[in-house]
């Protein structure tokens, strides 16, 4: 079988150390591949004015398949101060090339399991009956709709006059905001299409029925946002009643999922929501598990065989200014067996996992976060282990 081609994309700040390290660990559970760089991030923002250069994309319409590190974002002030001062003249907006590669690519469906690991001193506890000690097994697979709702980047400060217009036709608009001068307001768009908002609920009951999952949880806010969150609850009625009567259909708010999270973790299996919604509520189970550290997610578009796999933790510049690299890489690494399983080198992303899991359990090898440590450079010398480290004691147990 030939070689598989992936584009690794470091991106930011600690991207390129837990890349790199996860591409060792790749290697040595017999995974060939050659890598090409694909340029992305802040660097060619300040450089180029374009976070996503044309050539990156060409890369990932020819391969298909990228491993993406972490990107580094910053609020729209702040983005035009750091662009190269040949730049400013040309009214250059600063949006994330990941929401970038999303869109353009249409990889609407992202998911992010959140599953504890035996051992894992960081997984949530909470006390019980008689004042036990509890530690729930959390298995959560969240669904996020990736490319519409809050980040679909439809916005306007000072709206056009056509925009501001076609707004005070809502009574709403007209009763509580027609007093406020146009250039006083900011506007952003919560976007949902039929199209997309089924592919992500056929994609979450799909994984629930594959993968044995006994309910599948709407995470939205219907009782206020009726006609966005309204509609994928609607939705999620008529095709779990037509396709899938055998898998419960639960539906939760966002605020009170957030209250529920540390209540019953264990009673949760799929939940799917709209875009903003999907990274809340895929964060706070993350920290159920430990923290961002071990969040991975895929970003898939199943037509074109096009997906993106990438931890969900930041670039976290402070640490990747260390001499020696502290991070966890196992977020990166977990994100790496989506790509497998995507790929279908299942086996391989079993291997991997089982390594990841037995390290873990162990507790020989821990970085800093799992050793409950303020991250900075000293902690070495107290016993936690390098990014390499951690690596490599996965790689000792593939071996």
């Known amino acids: ?213 006994k309910s599948v949880t709407v995470c939205e806010k219907p009782n206020v946002i009726r006609e966005t969150s309204g509609m994928m609850y609607k939705m999620a009625q008529q095709l779990q009643a037509e396709k899938y009567p055998e898998i419960q259909l639960w539906n939760t708010n966002i605020d009170a999922q957030m209250m529920w999270l540390t209540k019953n973790p264990e009673n949760y299996g799929v939940i799917v929501a709209g875009n903003m919604f999907g990274d809340i509520v895929s964060d706070g189970f993350a920290g159920l598990i430990g923290g961002l550290g071990f969040a991975c997610s895929a970003q898939i578009n199943p037509e074109t065989g096009i997906g993106v796999f990438e931890p969900t933790h930041g670039s976290a510049p402070k640490y990747a200014d260390y001499e020696t690299s502290i991070v966890n890489p196992i977020a990166m690494i977990e994100s790496a067996c989506m790509m497998l399983d995507f790929i279908e080198e299942t086996e391989r992303a079993k291997a991997i996992r089982k390594a990841v899991a037995e390290v873990i359990e162990e507790g020989k090898v821990r970085s800093y976060d799992m050793m409950k440590m303020a991250g900075r450079q000293d902690v070495i010398s107290k016993g936690a282990a390098t990014t390499d480290e951690v690596a490599d004691a996965v790689i000792a147990k593939l071996k």
């Open 1 to 213: 079988m030939a070689k598989r081609t992936i584009v690794s994309m470091p991106g930011d700040g600690i991207g390129r150390v837990v890349l790199e390290s996860t591409i060792r660990v790749l290697d040595a559970a017999g995974f060939e591949a050659d890598y090409v760089e694909g340029d992305i991030g802040w660097e060619f923002w300040c450089k180029e004015g374009n976070p996503l250069p044309e050539r990156t994309i060409k890369l990932i319409k020819k391969h298909k398949i990228g491993l993406f590190g972490a990107i580094t974002s910053k609020p729209k002030d702040e983005a035009f101060d750091e662009l190269a001062p040949e730049l400013k003249e040309k009214n250059l907006v600063y949006s994330s090339p990941i929401v970038g590669l999303r869109q353009h690519f249409g990889l609407d469906i992202c998911a992010r399991p959140c599953k504890t690991y035996k051992g894992n001193p960081l997984n949530f506890i909470r006390r019980g009956q008689g004042d036990a000690i509890v530690e729930p097994a959390v298995d959560v697979v969240i669904f996020r709709q990736n490319t519409e709702g809050l980040y679909g980047g439809v916005e306007w400060s000072n709206p056009p006059t056509e925009v501001h217009e076609m707004l005070m036709t809502h009574p709403k608009f007209k009763k509580n905001f027609g007093h406020v001068a146009k250039e006083e307001v900011s506007v952003s768009t919560r976007i949902f299409t039929k199209n997309a908002t089924e592919r992500i609920l056929t994609a979450a009951f799909e994984h629930a029925k594959k993968y044995g999952y």
